[in-house]
C-alpha cells in the first residue's frame, strides 16, 4: 500500500507541474494576444490606428492615411500599393494572416490617393517625390533599420526598389512582390508572351481599339476583364471578387493612374512617366535582404522576378505556382508562409543561411 500510495503522488505532482505549464503557456499566450492588439500608451489609440501624416512636397504640404495593425517592436511592415493610384483596400487580406504570426504592419495610402490628399497637380505623380514621401512616413511612423520591412507590389515594388535604391539603410528587409525592375522588359513579356494566349479575335478587337487610343471603350474595357484580368490580375470569376477589390478599383485616382502608367489597360502606353522605367543595371547595389515574389500567371514574368533575388546581394525568391498579380488572393497557400517565413527569418536571424 505504500508503494501504490507513493506512486500516486508522483503521478499527481506530475500531472501538477504538468498542468502549472501548461497554464503557463497559456498566460504568456494570452498575455502576447493582448500586448499584440493593445493601444495603451500609443499616440493613435484616440483614431485606432489611424495616422494623417503630413508630407512635404515642391507643391505645398499635405497629408497621407495610415493605418497600424498590431504591437510587434521587432517587426513592422509598411505595405507600398500598386496602381499608381490604388488603395491599401487591396492588401485586407493580411489581415486574415499577419495578426496571428505577430507581425505589426501599417496600411498606407500614398498621396493621390482615396484615402489621403487628392492634390490635382500632375507634376506630383513623379517616381522620385514618391520616394520622398515614403521616407516621410517612415520617419512620423518611428521605423528604423532594427525593424523596418518595406513591402512593395506592382507599381509598390517599383516604388520600394526606388527606395532601397536611396535608403536601404534605413531598410531591416524588403519585398518586391509581382513587379520586374524593367518596364520595357514588362511590355515585350505582355506582348509576345501573354497576348498571344488571348482568343484570336479578341486579341485582335483589343488592339483595334489600342491603335486608335481608344481606351475608354466599353468594349474594350469589356474584353480586358472579361479576358485578360482573370487570367492574370487576379485569377478568379469578376462576380467572385474580394469586396476589398471591387473597392480598390473603385476608389482608384484616374489622374494619378493615367500620367504614370498611361491610359491603356493593356500595357505602359502614351507619355506616361514610368515608361521608360529600368532599374536592372542598378540592382547588384542592394545588400538588403531581399525577398521577390513571382506567380506563374503574372502580367509580369515569373522568370524576371526569379533574376531579381539572385541579382541583389542578399535575395530570395518566392514563386506562387497558382497566383497571378494579386497572388495575395489568388494563392494564398504560398504566398503567404513564404512571405511570413521571410519577414521571420530575417528577424530572427536565419537569413540568408535558410531558404
Request: net charge negative; aromatic share 12%; hydrophobic share 35%.
Amino acid at each position: 500500500m505504500r508503494l501504490i500510495f507513493s506512486l500516486m503522488v508522483v503521478v499527481a505532482m506530475g500531472m501538477s507541474c504538468n498542468t502549472s505549464t501548461e497554464t503557463s503557456e497559456k498566460e504568456t499566450q494570452t498575455q502576447e494576444t493582448v500586448d499584440y492588439w493593445s493601444f495603451e500608451g500609443r499616440d493613435d489609440q484616440f483614431s485606432g490606428g489611424i495616422k494623417m501624416i503630413p508630407i512635404e512636397t515642391p507643391k505645398g504640404n499635405f497629408k497621407v492615411w495610415t493605418k497600424r495593425v498590431g504591437n510587434n517592436p521587432k517587426i513592422k511592415v509598411l505595405l507600398l500599393h500598386g496602381g499608381p493610384g490604388m488603395t491599401h483596400e487591396i492588401y485586407e487580406s493580411f489581415d486574415g494572416f499577419f495578426p496571428q504570426e505577430g507581425i505589426e504592419y501599417y496600411y498606407y495610402d500614398q498621396l493621390g490617393s482615396y484615402y489621403s490628399d487628392q492634390p490635382k497637380d500632375l507634376s506630383l505623380w513623379e517616381t522620385s517625390r514618391f520616394v520622398e514621401e515614403v521616407e516621410q512616413v517612415r520617419k512620423a511612423l518611428g521605423l528604423t533599420s532594427d525593424n523596418f520591412y518595406l513591402f512593395g507590389q506592382s507599381w509598390g515594388g517599383i516604388l520600394a526598389m526606388e527606395y532601397a535604391l536611396k535608403y536601404q539603410k534605413n531598410l531591416k528587409g524588403l519585398i518586391i512582390s509581382n513587379m520586374v525592375p524593367s518596364i520595357p522588359d514588362y511590355m515585350k513579356y505582355n506582348e509576345e508572351v501573354l497576348a498571344p494566349q488571348l482568343p484570336e479575335e479578341v486579341l485582335a478587337t483589343i488592339m483595334k481599339y489600342e491603335e486608335a487610343e481608344d481606351y475608354g471603350n466599353e468594349e474594350y474595357l469589356g474584353l480586358i476583364v472579361e479576358h485578360y484580368y482573370p487570367k492574370h490580375v487576379i485569377r478568379m470569376p469578376v462576380e467572385e471578387w474580394p469586396n476589398s477589390i471591387n473597392r480598390g478599383f473603385n476608389h482608384l485616382n484616374p489622374d494619378v493612374y493615367v500620367t504614370m502608367q498611361g491610359p491603356s489597360e493593356f500595357g505602359v502606353k502614351g507619355d506616361a512617366t514610368l515608361k521608360y522605367w529600368d532599374v536592372k543595371d542598378r540592382l547588384k547595389e542592394i545588400s538588403t535582404p531581399t525577398l521577390s515574389i513571382g506567380a506563374q500567371y503574372d502580367t509580369m514574368d515569373p522568370k524576371q522576378m526569379e533574376w531579381v533575388a539572385n541579382e541583389v546581394q542578399n535575395g530570395r525568391y518566392l514563386h506562387c505556382p497558382n497566383g497571378s498579380h494579386l497572388s495575395q488572393y489568388d494563392d494564398q497557400e504560398h504566398f503567404f508562409p513564404g512571405l511570413i517565413t521571410f519577414i521571420k527569418d530575417v528577424a530572427e536571424g536565419r537569413f540568408p543561411s535558410t531558404q
